[in-house]
């Protein structure tokens, strides 16, 4: 039988009424004739009450107690939902992470998944078990320990079965029914991608589109497992939703495929820092211990032997950084004569794998920018994205002028 | 070092407060040189809430799956609890069912416990731990899956572990202060009970003094578990609450030790049945097969080869009950002329192991009804224990006279 993997997250399974709508969505493809593995994420609120409760206990607990706490959430659905599927007459049972069993490392909290060893589920597919509801985001570590993947691990735990039974597909049904070219909350424009590559979904992802957890498509971009993203909230046809897939398996598409923008943006500069080699290391290394998660660096033109530095982190990490970097001067680590911070920018992004074969791109995001008087304040490029940072209340104006500039709303 | 069992019920776990206040009187005893075993109930709702949800699915659902959720509220108080011993400083982890390992039968929903291999939790002892948090009410059957051992089973898995342990005692933490002469909402003379033998325990909790589950007061009486009850929501000193011991550890006792009551009791009587070998059989196998709790069967004299055949059971079975015999009667098994229900009584019952040496105590019960101008319906007796119907209105003033004609409000 041909294996598909089908995963709800927490507002798909919010209610027991939500439950049995998702349940039937599994009888569906039950009934096309696959073997399903289903991967439930907990109710809707209720792994933030047990997060809530754990850090009340202690401000620095043992992630070990955390995991074995906050998993319990994902456990309840999974009875749950073998109860329903039960109910429609679907053999089905519940899975929890140890029984599987879905082995990880002892990094609790944020384990890796290391091996799914298929025996277990498949022997009870074969005594004619239909569907298995296994408990997403937890594991258990070597020593026996329940462990968590760490947030949106549902996603990833999804993936690493759908890759461990080979299975035809991964469908994950969420409150959204596919990928779109930009927000839809922003531009009335945005249109519902059917597929989009891997490469772009993982800069769609790490930009703000937080439709899929970034580890999940990597991980099926590396074993090569077709995502689907879709909502469980509407009446489902084969081609609903977005496909997330190789580049290969796209035909035509638009040389960008989307806007992304990331709103609370920091940019801070170095000025005038002394330019000698290794001076990037000697500033991004303290930066790296602090937790510090640097996104954009620019280095300007080298006047006199000091140069300009400037880099971009999330706005609530802006006093953690000015504190390492000063103490890195204090230090005697790095030099500089002045650190100006601006909290009032935003990222806004074009991606698209046609940029790989397609020039002018850039231009013609600078030229649809400049025509609505939006300046530019750091450009940074890579293969298939070009991203830059403007004042954050420009950036609605300008995903929309980007979204009418490539012409977003028409299919390629 | 000695062991301790201490056993933290749903009220005393109900809040993050409150499972604190319980870490204390843990941190007492460990400061004692005890290495202690804590069995923690869920939060005080959180079983209801699951339980809810499952019955929500199904009327007829997987009692394995049943298990799979439900035992999910124990895990969460275990984690929380460990955590916050491990705030106070006191090395402590949590054990849910599976990984102690507490084997069991495969009777999900009401499974009984098999084994507790103690290697792993004294290996952790061995190591310094000092408290092992265990999550109770649960197991792992021989097919690995979760079963749960039916309502209360958390002072069940306290007992087990005591007896598994060789531990020095088992206290139930619960809230209320001890065991009671009788129930202090009926007579304000009730009198906490220092002691109280196995048999007694048994014949009081049955008779609805709900403070310990039947089962775990066996399996005490059985391996000679020292159990004590007491409050988790008062100050403690080594003779609070009530120690529920073998009979020879008991010096000093009144014969009575205490009244227990049954509030929702019906009486049903069976008029002219024909009187012959195995007319009991004939009447009870029906009523059994149809799941009614009979509790006392009187049979009167017999005239002429008939008899009248009294018994009764709670007053919501009756409905099911008259069905039952009806039915009997129609299928030719047995014969009689007519049945009568009275849902108008409540049984009271005086209990202690002190009438085994001592008698008159059923003259003087019947002397302090009359007194009252109470009319006694049925009698049954035990070696500990007289038990009379009477009208239910009579109950509060039955239960009060036969607590002062014993003096029970005085210490032996």
């Known amino acids: 039988m041909p294996t598909l993997v089908m995963k709800f997250g927490g507002t798909s399974v919010a209610t027991l009424d939500r439950i049995r709508r998702a349940a039937k969505r599994v009888g569906v493809e039950v009934a096309k004739g696959y073997d399903v593995i289903v991967i439930v994420s907990a109710m809707a609120g209720k792994t933030n009450e047990l997060v809530g409760w754990v850090q009340e206990t202690s401000p620095l607990f043992d992630a070990r107690e955390y995991d074995a706490v906050v998993s319990s959430g994902e456990n309840v659905t999974a009875g749950l939902m073998a109860l329903v599927l039960q109910e429609m007459g679907i053999p089905a049972r519940s899975w929890q992470g140890w029984q599987v069993p879905l082995k990880t490392t002892s990094a609790h909290s944020a384990a890796r998944i290391e091996e799914i060893p298929p025996e277990n589920i498949n022997q009870k597919f074969a005594e004619g078990m239909k569907v298995a509801v296994v408990a997403g985001f937890q594991g258990v570590s070597p020593e026996g320990r329940i462990t968590t993947l760490g947030r949106g691990g549902s996603d990833t735990t999804a993936v690493a079965f759908a890759a461990a039974f080979n299975a035809e597909r991964c469908d994950i049904y969420t409150d959204v029914d596919g990928v779109y070219t930009t927000d839809p909350r922003i531009s009335s424009k945005a249109r519902k991608l059917d597929r989009i590559a891997f490469e772009e979904m993982l800069e769609l992802a790490s930009l703000g589109a937080k439709v899929l957890q970034t580890r999940s498509v990597e991980l099926a971009m590396r074993y090569g497992v077709k995502l689907r993203v879709l909502s469980s909230f509407e009446e489902q046809t ?175």
Do not use: W
């Not at 211990?289 to 660096?297: H, L, R, S, T």
């Not at 995001?365 to 940072?389: C, D, H, P, R, Y």
């Open 238 to 412: 084969d081609t609903s939703g977005t496909l997330v897939c190789a580049e290969e398996e796209i035909v035509e598409s638009n040389v960008v495929s989307g806007v992304a923008y990331s709103r609370d943006e920091a940019k801070m500069t170095l000025i005038s820092v002394a330019d000698r080699p290794g001076i990037a290391a000697a500033i991004f290394g303290p930066l790296s211990e602090a937790g510090i998660n640097v996104d954009m660096i620019v280095q300007n033109i080298s006047e006199e032997g000091r140069t300009d530095m400037t880099f971009s982190c999330p706005t609530d990490q802006v006093a953690r950084a000015e504190a390492a970097v000063k103490k890195a001067k204090e230090d005697g680590i790095i030099n500089f004569h002045a650190l100006d911070a601006d909290t009032e920018v935003a990222k806004v992004s074009v991606v698209g794998i046609g940029m790989r074969s397609h020039t002018g791109v850039a231009a013609k995001m600078f030229e649809a920018l400049s025509a609505e008087g939006i300046n530019i304040k750091v450009i940074t490029t890579s293969e298939i994205k070009i991203s830059v940072l403007i004042d954050r209340k420009y950036m609605e104006l300008a995903v929309q002028a980007l979204h009418d500039a490539f012409e977003l709303e028409k299919a390629a």
